[in-house]
């Protein structure tokens, strides 16, 4: 228990030097650096850090999910918008959680770094003097003993030292102190805090991220204008992105008998643009690591294809399109596939659903198996006007409610497909379901501050364990001829900071130096079993 | 592989077992307490309490008390943890089985995971209530959370035996998740000590003649569960620690990054934030005691939200859901 140390403040540092600019000033500001750098402060940004951070796992966040938040927007139209004017769908890089944590750290700072100055003069500097009424410390008793005050204060010195005190003696009395790491664990770990909180800075201003979906036989290379959807921090440069181009040779996705998945890998080549590429395979929990990149498999998912043959006779062959798993238990997956340049004046769209081991029920499909043993799609076709060009973005994979609402968008024919059947509408056209592709969904990433946060939190902890279960115990001790003339009455005391009970441990070191004083006063000595 | 069935059914039977074990070592605590005879407040003025147990940590009878009803409540006392060790086997024999059947860490899914946290608490009360008796007058706080938190699990977290999902196959399962369940696990049994401490502490307060005089009156004096708090927090703040920093190791290798304020890994952070201004409060002056343990009280609540609703409700990256 650390009852027995006295309460500790946060020790205030230096005021602001100016000299001339006035003392009120000087003295407030004084004032508010020592509130903010008071331990009581801390906790209290401490907490409001904790709270701060609530909101951003109960509200949809951009930095999650975009979709989420777009969903949010439409459900709530009055109180998104509120929402947003307070960085509430992007409470972690929001000003106010900033604030807070920036906040704690400068109280940190100015707690830490005193402190660390004091502990690098403590670690050369002697223990301290003894206080002037031992007794009054909580663990302290007295020892009898017939030897001489210096012979007895000896035999104390000696036995301290074996036990690794750093011992001082001035004149009757004496100051002993161990566990100096103790401090240091605790200067280590909060600075590592610091340390921490650089390292994620450092990512975040200077690394990027970049998300694809290549199909089996594709590929890319790292540039911003490939990726589907990217976040770059504010310093990196499109031009230091390193040139590595990704080619998806072959996607596998292995299932135990309970169609549960049990791996997911794909055979990549990877290299400089224009280079063959070396040769590597990537999964779940295994993405390829090279000279700062990594680059990951995120997901997997079925790109049916089809051939429109139109009632003139032209034909589009092989269209595919990424659906995306709307059930990773089954990957039944939704799509659309849109066909603006086809048939003149009339757009061709498919929406549909691919299932891939299809099981139809009522004329309802449903995928009963992950693997694609028996791929079936369900497809609806549209004709008329896709909005494309109307300036609003739209999701590649689905068409545009509104224009189906609003009849420019007319359905034109539905019909559940297996490979190589075909569906044909009331002009003519002819769609077939010719088959379908595997893609990967791939994730470039590039984090430099890393390895510097996971530095800083090995450091972390290390220095917590030092702090949490290390001791720093001060011993006293003084000597002083006994009462009746005969020999020494010692005083002894401990003084401990940090866990565990110190009364027991104080009494177990006033056992033992009893019995050392003891063996030194039996009239024949034997060799003393601690004489190191 | 397929799963071994018969393993899996004897899983779920010493799941029942363990329940009924633990329902019974919960009565012998309930006994215990009843039995216990209350402290005399003429007693108390002296300084020590009515039941030896709560006073020293030997039990040593203070002569003067009718020893009859002392040993009484120690013999309920001592079936109560021997029964509380069976159970735990049998509890432990739960997870033995699952993790025999399937080849694989039984901790896979959040029955798996809550069922481990739970034998973790009461393995951590065990071994500290052997080493103090005092600390056996508190049985029946852990073991009433423990039996209604097991019989929860059984009916809304149950789930068949199956393989692990891909993105669970890794060695940083038996790395992140063991760390993250033996520090939940220990500080539950903190928070209760916490929760206890509020109590007792209050009761204290009050002038002796308006002291409350039942189960209040026989908890431990507020400064051991103080330090039975603050002693597992501290215990059950670097394994903590460490949990987050290993699921930050392994979301790096399955998720493409290592810290993406998924809504588990800002539960856990807040959870970390909250037992770091819990430690420091317990050494800051104005914030000894009551507030300190108030904060803990809050680190607890948050475990459990963290365990609970941001795994059966927010969607998130974990695969621990519900199904
Ligand atoms: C990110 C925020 C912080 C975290 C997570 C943190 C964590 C911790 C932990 C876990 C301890 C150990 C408590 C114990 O000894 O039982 C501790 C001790 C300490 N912290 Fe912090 N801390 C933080 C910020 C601060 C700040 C801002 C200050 C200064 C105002 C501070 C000053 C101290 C001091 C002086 C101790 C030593 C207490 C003692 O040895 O008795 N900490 N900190």
Redo the contacts between chains.
Sequence with gaps: ??TTAP???APAPPPPARPSAGRRVAGRLLGWWRRLTA??T??VL??L??LA??P???LP?R??SQTNVRQYFADHPDLAPVLDRLYLFD??SSPWFAAVYLLLFISLIGCVVPRAVEHARALRAAPPPAPRNLLRLPDSGEVATPLAPVAALDVVEEELRVRRYRVVRRGDDLSAEKGYLKETGNLLFHLSLIALLLG?AGGKLWGY?GSILVTEGDGFCNSFQQYDTYSAGPLIDTGDLSPTCVTLENFEAEY???L?????TADIRYGGPNEEGRPTTIG????LRSAGD?L?V?GHGFSPEFSVTLPDGQVFEKISVPFLPSDPQTMASEGALKLPDVGGDTQLALEGFFAPTGLVQGGVLTSIDPRPLDPRVAVVAYQGYLGLDSGIPQSVYSLDASQIERGRLVEAGAANLSVGESMTLEDGTVITFSGFQEFAAM?Y?H?PG?VW??VS??A??TG??GL?LLRRERVFARAAPAPDGGGTVLTLASLTRG?GESAPRFAALTDDLRAALAARTSPLPEVSPRDS | M?PDQSLLDLSDTFFSIAVALYSVALVAFCAQLAFGRRPERARELVGAGGVPAVVGDDGVADGTADRGAQRRAQRWGSLAIAVTVLAALAHAGVLVCRALALDRLPWGNMYEFATAVVLVSVVAYVVLALRSQALRHIGVFVLAPVVLGMVGIGLFLYVEG??????L??A?LGIHVTAAILGFGIFLVSGIASVLYLVRSKDEAKPAEERGSGFVARLPESSVLD?LAH?TA?FG??IW??AV?AG???A????????????KE??S??AW??Y??YL????????RGRPAAWVNVVGLM?MIFNLTF?NLV?SGLHSYGGK
């Design positions: 228990m650390t309460p500790r403040e331990m009581r801390a906790i401490l907490f850090l904790a951070a609530v951003g796992s109960l966040q930095s999650l409470v972690f994620l991220e135990e008998p309970d549960t998945a049990s791996s997911f779940v929990n295994d993405p990594r990951y995120t994730q990433s984090d890393q946060v996971l939190a090995i972390l902890l917590l364990l949490l866990s | 397929t199956a393989p692990l999902v891909a993105a196959r890794s940083w330090r002693r501290v703040f670097p620690t460490f920093i930050a190791i392994w790096e290798s399955a998720w493409g990054r290592f810290w993406g304020w998924d809504p800002t539960w952070f807040i934030v909250v770091a201004g420091h409060a317990r050494t800051t002056a104005g914030w948050v941001v927010s």
